[in-house]
């Protein structure tokens, strides 16, 4: 069985640090490089329910997207939302690894795995770095041209059920074949959207005013399909235990999370008039 250090080369060749943007925060978060692994639990957020789910599986690894000390802290007391999962976890024996902005720009990489999911070709990427072939967001197209009700369908069809839903801004009569996506929150990159020419954009945590002053643009602009921020990015899980795998074929059991750890929990609408 390989050593947790053995699976964190795997990720890391595949996810390599030195994509991630210099704020983040990425790599072990806790855990011993020497210990083995078995089995491993892949899911977007580490929080009490992925911890509790990686528990029951006997994982002794989580490998998330999202940091879970994203910001630079002084100590993790178990009073503390996040101290308490650092020392949960480290009571159970489970390791935690995160890939976050690195996993986004990586090649394939989140958006590779939301574009998939939808049933785009990537053609490339939305927002390219230097090197013209890494960068955030990828560009795709669809086998034929669809109606965009009928696109927004196939969204909501290709990613796990949230309570707000997936939501579509545009005719819905708009063919669409050409499609930008950016796993997370992606409005910062309505603009190369646009400059790209594509019919929609598929991204999450789009903000009203962003988006309404996108609509109103006199130009040409892609319509909009707006996703959770935790369903957008649940495709990588697969994509992360598939590196895994590949990898150690037959040596590591790989998970994908089944919790749904999207913050929203009820939707209500109205009733009367």
Same mark, same amino acid.
């Given at each position: 069985? /390989? =050593?947790?250090?053995?699976?964190?080369?795997?990720?890391?060749?595949?996810?390599?640090?030195?994509?991630?943007?210099?704020?983040?925060?990425?790599?072990?978060?806790? *855990?011993?490089?020497?210990?083995?692994?078995?089995? $491993?639990?892949?899911?977007?957020?580490? $929080?009490?329910?992925?911890?509790?789910?990686?528990?029951?599986? *006997? %994982?002794?690894?989580?490998? %998330? +997207? +999202? /940091?879970?000390?994203?910001?630079?802290?002084?100590?993790?007391?178990?009073?503390? %939302?996040? *101290?308490?999962?650092?020392?949960?976890?480290?009571?159970?024996?489970? =390791?935690?690894?995160?890939? +976050?902005?690195? =996993?986004?720009?990586?090649?394939?990489?989140?958006?590779?795995?939301? %574009?998939?999911?939808?049933?785009?070709?990537?053609?490339?990427?939305?927002?390219?770095?230097?090197?013209?072939?890494?960068?955030?967001?990828?560009?795709?197209?669809?086998?034929?041209?669809?109606?965009?009700?009928?696109?927004?369908?196939?969204?909501?069809?290709?990613?796990?059920?949230?309570?707000?839903?997936?939501?579509?801004?545009?005719?819905?009569?708009?063919?669409?074949?050409?499609?930008?996506?950016?796993?997370?929150?992606?409005?910062?990159?309505?603009?190369?959207?646009?400059?790209?020419?594509?019919?929609?954009?598929?991204?999450?945590?789009?903000? +009203?005013?962003?988006?309404?002053?996108?609509?109103?643009?006199?130009?040409?602009?892609?319509?909009?399909?707006?996703?959770?921020?935790?369903?957008?990015?649940?495709?990588?899980?697969?994509?992360?235990?598939?590196?895994?795998?590949?990898?150690?074929?037959?040596?590591?059991?790989?998970?994908?999370?089944?919790?749904?750890?999207?913050?929203?929990?009820?939707?209500?609408?109205?009733?009367?008039?």
């Amino acid at each position: 069985m /390989p =050593a947790l250090s053995e699976i964190i080369t795997a990720l890391e060749q595949a996810y390599p640090p030195a994509l991630a943007e210099s704020w983040d925060a990425v790599g072990l978060v806790c *855990g011993d490089p020497a210990e083995p692994v078995t089995r $491993v639990l892949c899911c977007v957020d580490p $929080v009490a329910e992925t911890v509790e789910e990686a528990e029951q599986l *006997g %994982a002794q690894l989580i490998v %998330a +997207h +999202h /940091p879970l000390l994203l910001r630079g802290v002084h100590g993790v007391p178990a009073d503390t %939302a996040k *101290g308490a999962l650092v020392h949960r976890m480290i009571r159970a024996g489970i =390791a935690l690894y995160c890939a +976050h902005t690195n =996993a986004d720009s990586a090649d394939p990489g989140v958006s590779d795995a939301l %574009a998939q999911a939808i049933g785009l070709r990537v053609t490339g990427p939305l927002a390219p770095h230097a090197d013209g072939v890494t960068g955030i967001g990828r560009l795709g197209e669809l086998p034929a041209p669809e109606p965009f009700a009928t696109f927004v369908q196939r969204v909501a069809d290709a990613l796990p059920a949230t309570v707000p839903g997936v939501l579509g801004a545009g005719d819905p009569d708009r063919p669409i074949r050409t499609v930008a996506v950016s796993g997370g929150a992606g409005d910062s990159y309505l603009t190369q959207a646009t400059a790209a020419g594509v019919d929609a954009f598929v991204t999450a945590d789009l903000r +009203h005013h962003p988006a309404g002053e996108h609509l109103a643009h006199p130009g040409r602009v892609p319509a909009l399909v707006g996703l959770t921020h935790w369903a957008s990015e649940w495709p990588w899980c697969a994509q992360a235990s598939a590196v895994i795998g590949h990898a150690f074929a037959g040596n590591v059991d790989v998970h994908v999370s089944t919790r749904c750890t999207d913050p929203w929990t009820v939707r209500a609408e109205r009733t009367s008039i």
